[in-house]
C-alpha cells in the first residue's frame, strides 16, 4: 500500500516569514494529493489538493507542489499569519483509499 | 462538509462493552470512510464503504465492524476485542470515484474508562 511521509513534525515561524513542509509517497500509482488543515480539537479541512497531471497550484497564500518523477510534494504558505497556526497533514489516495503523513504542528509566533 | 454529522461528540466506554459511533451524510456521497487519529499522529483508515451492502477493511480494522445498509448511514462499532480504542474518531465522505475531496464530519472523542 501507499506509504506517506512528512517532514517537519513541527514548524515554527515568525509572522510574516514562509512555511514550507514536504511530503514523500511510495507508490507511483498514487494520482491525487490533498492536504488538510487541523485545528485543535476540530475536524481536518481540505486547504488545496493537486492532481498528478498537474505540477503546481496555488490558491492565494497557499500553493503545492508536485514533483511525480521523485515521488514528493509540498505546502507554502506566504505571509503567515496568526490563524495559519494549526496541524498541517499531507496525503496521498491510491486504489481509493487516503494514506496520510503523521502531520506538522505549524506555530506562527506574533 | 457541513452535511456530515457525527454523534455522540464524546463517549464513555467501560471495559468489555460495545459502543457504536454514528455516521451520517446528506451530500448523496457513494463512499464513506472511518479514521482513527491519536495524539500527534495521523489519520488512519479502519473501514470503507465504496457502496451500499459492501464495505472493505482498512489499516486497523481489528476490533471494529461497520455496516452500510442506507447510503447516507456508516456506523462503527467499537468492539471489546479492540484493546486500546481510546481515540479520537473521523468519518468522512466522497462522491462516487477516484481523486474526489473528502469531507470529515466533526469526530467522536471516544474514552475507554
Known amino acids: 500500500g501507499e506509504n506517506v511521509e512528512q517532514h517537519p513534525s513541527t514548524l515554527s515561524v515568525q509572522e510574516g516569514d514562509s512555511a514550507v513542509i514536504k511530503c514523500t509517497y511510495s507508490?507511483?500509482?498514487?494520482?491525487?494529493f490533498p492536504w488538510y488543515k487541523q485545528e485543535l480539537g476540530k475536524r481536518p479541512q481540505l486547504i488545496i489538493d493537486?492532481?498528478?497531471?498537474?505540477g503546481e497550484k496555488k490558491d492565494q497564500r497557499i500553493a503545492v507542489t508536485l514533483n511525480k518523477t521523485a515521488k514528493h510534494f509540498s505546502l507554502h504558505i506566504t505571509e503567515t499569519q496568526p490563524e495559519d497556526s494549526a496541524v498541517y497533514f499531507c496525503?496521498?489516495?491510491?486504489?481509493?483509499?487516503?494514506?496520510f503523513g503523521a502531520g506538522t504542528t505549524v506555530t506562527v509566533r506574533a | 462538509d457541513g452535511g456530515i454529522t457525527q454523534s455522540p461528540k464524546y463517549l464513555f466506554r467501560k471495559e468489555g462493552q460495545n459502543v457504536t459511533l454514528s455516521c451520517e451524510q446528506n451530500?448523496?456521497?457513494?463512499?464513506m470512510y472511518w479514521y482513527r487519529q491519536d495524539p500527534g499522529q495521523g489519520l488512519r483508515l479502519i473501514y470503507y464503504?465504496?457502496?451500499?451492502?459492501?464495505?472493505q477493511k482498512g489499516d486497523i480494522a481489528e476490533g471494529y465492524s461497520v455496516s452500510r445498509e442506507k447510503k447516507e448511514s456508516f456506523p462503527l462499532t467499537v468492539t471489546s476485542a479492540q484493546k486500546n480504542p481510546t481515540a479520537f474518531y473521523l468519518c468522512?465522505?466522497?462522491?462516487?470515484?477516484?481523486?474526489?475531496?473528502?469531507?470529515f464530519g466533526p469526530g467522536t472523542r471516544l474514552t475507554v474508562l
Open positions: 507508490d507511483s500509482a498514487s494520482n491525487y
Open positions: 464503504s465504496q457502496i451500499v451492502n459492501d464495505f
Open positions: 451530500l448523496n456521497h457513494d463512499a
Open positions: 496525503a496521498g489516495l491510491n486504489d481509493y483509499k487516503l494514506s
Open positions: 468522512a465522505s466522497t462522491r462516487g470515484g477516484s481523486a474526489n475531496t473528502q469531507y
Open positions: 493537486i492532481r498528478s497531471n498537474v
